[in-house]
């Protein structure tokens, strides 16, 4: 029992490794800027749930381009890219902010408040048309 632990800690500490990088972050004055000046590209790491119910202007839905995201972020690998999730607690955000360094994107950040202080700022979201 106690090798199964040990093995499954070592499988947690690897998988934990896989997004070791650090992302800073940006406040919500600064990403409304970018927005307002077209200088960003976000990411929504919410999930296609979350991002139907409403998720910040300009928003890609991650689950959704994945798979085709060289293809949805700018040619310019010094742009500036947003991953963002839920909230301060959640981690998802670092699966997108990952994908796009793989790419070779080199000036990403992380909106650590999500969508959800995204909200209680009052700030609108978008929802699917």
């Not at 093995?7 to 940006?26: N, R, T």
């Not at 927005?35 to 590209?41: D, E, Y």
């Not at 929504?44 to 381009?65: C, M, Q, R």
């Amino acid at each position: 029992m106690k090798k199964k632990i040990l093995s499954l800690c070592a499988v947690a500490l690897l998988a934990g490794s896989v997004y070791a990088a650090h992302y800073p972050e940006i406040t919500i004055k600064d990403l409304k800027a970018a927005i307002a000046s077209k200088s960003v590209t976000l990411l929504d790491a919410n999930g296609t749930d979350s991002y139907k119910e409403g998720h910040i202007p300009t928003a890609l839905n991650f689950a959704e381009v994945k798979k085709d995201l060289a293809a949805k972020l700018p040619s310019d690998k010094s742009a500036l890219i947003v991953a963002y999730c839920a909230n301060e607690q959640c981690s998802a955000y670092r699966s997108a902010a990952k994908a796009a360094s793989d790419l070779g994107y080199t000036n990403i950040k992380h909106y650590a408040k999500g969508i959800m202080g995204w909200k209680r700022s009052g700030a609108k979201v978008e929802t699917p048309k």
